[in-house]
């Protein structure tokens, strides 16, 4: 079987700034992925590199068998689609939800993009009363959910998610998270998502791999880190980390 | 209407969950407008450039006498008074008729100008700016060489070249123009064009003209059209300059600037003649700059959730 992501010794340069630095990994069909690491481990910029916003000096990106060019098609962006960390930076400030959900559906030329659009915002969880809102008039959660709807309206197979939730209170947070998570039962999606939290990637992930400084630290299955089989040091730190600070006295 | 009525339209207007297109459209404008007139003096800048658009829609019916037509006999230099509200030019042409046509000639320099301007300058800037590279150096280049020139100096060479005129003219204005128009749509292309609104629809697999022109073009708008309002009292008076040194508007047209042009050989005896279009030009420059300010602060994309 052919992975859905591929990924194999990754280099991306940024002027001179070595961000990754031969990365590999492999995702299956219908797996869910994570990446975990510090801010500046290269999780984030892994992913902006597979959808052609990072510079790639060496090694090789193949989706669903397809090794990829320097140049992304149509055709990829319908495979592929990401849910940015951002939710209040991520929607166009002067356009309605329904713009905002029409755009992909007129790029790809969509005939039926009222049933559509319609349809995916059921889907996310929002009713008609959201529809013709401008992004200011949304709360964090919610201009997550428009962001959600708008990566799964081209109907990809693959979901790419940069710290979908670190913006979020922790309350949303489990919302969108069940929200994402049912969304992949459902539609039988691939998901690669990225976050500094060992809890949700836990929770949400099957495999995942440890990143530092634009490297591969180790991969491990999720329930290697619920019971601490992890063999390297720098992930015990991280495990640490997550317990947050403990009181002493 | 009733009390009721009013209050549920504004409810309408300003409701958190608009039911249509239409409706989130119009709430928008209506939250713009609420701004606008907060500012009594940008209300008053509308209402002054309002009247300049009424007085050149009624020309015909407001002015009493010919604007090129006057009575050399009878009427030459004559004061402000019950017939000539304005009093008379040397020819006996009234100046009041006279201001009221060439209110025309103001608004079609000014329209013609913005129209040709803003469109170059927002292409130039946003492409340049979104593009990045060889493309903005280039482009940027171009703009500032062109802003390298003063002003009027550039347009009077070119009115020069092209020969005299109020087309001309308009041509020389628009020209010299542009150019921070470029500068401010480029300046805000670069603000958005990284980020992450801007990626997720280059995700989507959008051409970049079609981001350019859907998505970045509109926020540059605003800032453009703030910019352009401020720069009309101006565009005015390079017109009225040209047209003071002879350069923009020929006679007999009734035109602003080569009205006090004409008027300046009596100015010490007869100040109405150049003083009346000069209040004219003073009024109508002051309108755009209030109704300019008053724009800024109704539509400036960095003041509220707007």
Known sequence: MTSAISVDRLEVIFDRFRALKGVSLDVEPGESFGLVGESGSGKSTLLRAIVGLAPVASGSIAV?????????????????????????????????????????????????????????????????????????????????????????????????????????????????????????????????????????????????????????????????????RVTKDYTRNLLKASEGFVRTT | MSAGAVQSRRDWLLSERPASRVQARLGRAYVAWRRFTANRLAFVGLLIILALVVVAALADVLAPYSPTIGDLKNARLMAPGAAHWFGTDDLGRDIYSRIVYGSRWTLYVVILVAIIAAPIGLLVGTVAGYAGGWTDAILMRITDIFLAFPKLVLALAFVAALGPGIENAVIAIAITSWPPYARIARAETLTVRNSDYIKAVQLMGASPFRIVLRHIMPLCISSLIIRVTLDMAGIILTAAGLGFLGLGAQPPLPEWGAMIASGRRFILDQWWVAGAPGAAILIVSLGFNLLGDGLRDALDPRSGDQ
Request: hydrophobic share 40%; aromatic share 6%.
């Open chain 1, 64 to 228: 669903n068998g397809k090794t990829l060019g320097p140049r992304r098609d149509k055709a990829f962006y319908r495979e592929v689609q990401m849910v940015f960390q951002d939710p209040y930076g991520s929607l166009h400030p002067r356009q309605t939800v329904d713009r905002l959900l029409q755009e992909p559906l007129a790029i790809h030329g969509f005939a039926d993009s009222e049933k559509r659009i319609e349809r995916a915002l059921d889907e996310v969880g929002l009713g008609k009363g959201f529809r013709f809102r401008y992004a200011h008039q949304l709360s964090g959660g919610q201009r997550q959910r428009v962001a959600i709807a708008r990566a799964l309206i081209l109907e990809p197979s693959i979901l790419l998610l940069d710290e979908p939730t670190s913006a979020l209170d922790a309350s949303v947070q489990a919302e969108v998270l069940n929200l994402l998570e049912e969304v992949r039962r459902r539609r039988k999606l691939t998901f690669l998502m990225v976050s500094h939290d060992l809890a949700i990637i836990t929770h949400m992930c099957g495999r995942l791999m440890v990143m530092q400084g634009g490297e591969a630290v180790e991969n491990l299955a999720a329930n290697d880190l619920v019971e601490r």
